[in-house]
C-alpha cells in the first residue's frame, strides 16, 4: 500500500504560482511512476502531468504545457508540480497518483486531493 499526501494548494490570483507536494511513506516511491490528475466541478478528471519513475519520461496535458513542471526527488520520496501563469480555469482538486504502469488510464494509488483556487 502507497500513501500518498498533497500539500500546497490554496487560493491564489490569475497569473501567480503554486508549488504542489506529494510527500509519500515507505521505501517504494522510486518503484512507482508518478503523476497529477486534477477534477474541477462538473467535470471529468483528468490527468496534468506525469513522470516516470527516474524522470526519464514525462507527459504534460496541452492545457498546461509550457506553465507547470513536475519532478521528482526518489531521495526524499516527494514528488513536485510547478504551476506557473496560473489561470482561472485551472481551479480544481489536484491529486497526486502512483501507478505500477506508466500511464495507465486510472492510477493504481490516490492521495486525497488539495483545492487549488485561481481568482480572476
Known amino acids: 500500500q502507497v500513501q500518498l499526501v498533497e500539500s500546497g494548494g490554496g487560493l491564489v490570483q490569475a497569473g501567480g504560482s503554486l508549488r504542489l507536494s506529494c510527500a509519500t511513506s515507505?521505501?517504494?516511491?522510486?518503484?512507482?511512476?508518478m503523476g497529477w490528475f486534477r477534477q474541477a466541478p462538473g467535470k471529468d478528471r483528468e490527468a496534468v502531468a506525469r513522470?516516470?519513475?527516474?524522470?526519464?519520461?514525462?507527459y504534460y496535458a496541452d492545457s498546461v504545457k509550457g506553465r507547470f513542471t513536475i519532478s521528482r526527488d526518489n531521495a526524499k520520496n516527494t514528488m513536485y508540480l510547478q504551476m506557473n501563469s496560473l489561470k482561472p480555469e485551472d481551479t480544481a482538486v489536484y491529486y497526486c497518483?502512483?501507478?505500477?504502469?506508466?500511464?495507465?488510464?486510472?492510477?493504481?494509488?490516490w492521495g486525497q486531493g488539495t483545492q487549488v483556487t485561481v481568482s480572476s
Open positions: 497518483v502512483a501507478e505500477k504502469a506508466y500511464g495507465s488510464r486510472w492510477p493504481d494509488y
Open positions: 515507505g521505501s517504494t516511491f522510486s518503484s512507482y511512476h
Open positions: 513522470i516516470s519513475r527516474i524522470g526519464a519520461t514525462i
